[in-house]
């Protein structure tokens, strides 16, 4: 691969549908450094306080655009995962990951989560909020739907590697 390609790739979904393992796994079969909103959030301290019905914190989203912008500035080949929607016109490609209802409800649950923020999750989940939230903010063509959970990470990521081949084969 040439390293020199530039590629900004977002990895989103509800919590627990697989971002992190994707991206961090993409990052290495493409050569692409990582970076995890959340923890630039709480890193920099970029909230405003807690949220305790939500179980999260509060972000703030003009100190996180600021932050996320000029970490974009200085890398050109990035993989960013979360659930939130950050920057518009920034990223060469946008997917939204998947997982059944099943897998999901197990995965919030390893977690501990509250019996709430589990349903939230799922009904999030069940409408599709992410994906509509994500062609409605970025440019519908750049938007893809990537379903993980019958799949192991690796071929997850070939998934994703041929929708970027498909978009831009100067890339890969």
């Not at 519908?140 to 498909?166: L, P």
Request: aromatic share 8%; charged share 25%.
């Amino acid at each position: 691969m040439d390293n020199f390609s530039s590629l900004q790739l977002y990895i989103t979904g509800v919590t627990a549908t697989g971002k992190t393992s994707v991206a961090k796994k993409l990052c290495d079969l493409l050569n692409l450094s990582y970076l995890e909103i959340n923890s630039v959030v709480l890193e920099k301290g970029l909230f405003f306080g807690y949220d305790i019905n939500r179980d999260s914190v509060i972000i703030d989203e003009e100190l996180l655009t600021r932050e996320l912008n000029a970490i974009i500035t200085r890398n050109n080949r990035l993989c960013l995962a979360g659930s939130i929607i950050p920057l518009k016109n920034v990223f060469d490609l946008i997917i939204v990951l998947h997982c059944g209802i099943n897998t999901l409800r197990e995965r919030l649950s390893e977690r501990n989560y509250s019996k709430e923020k589990i349903e939230e999750n799922i009904e999030a989940e069940i409408m599709n909020i992410i994906y509509y939230d994500s062609i409605e903010f970025y440019c519908e063509k750049r938007v893809f739907e990537v379903y993980n959970d019958e799949n192991s990470i690796e071929e997850t990521c070939e998934k994703i590697i041929s929708i970027i081949g498909q978009h831009n084969p100067s890339i890969l």
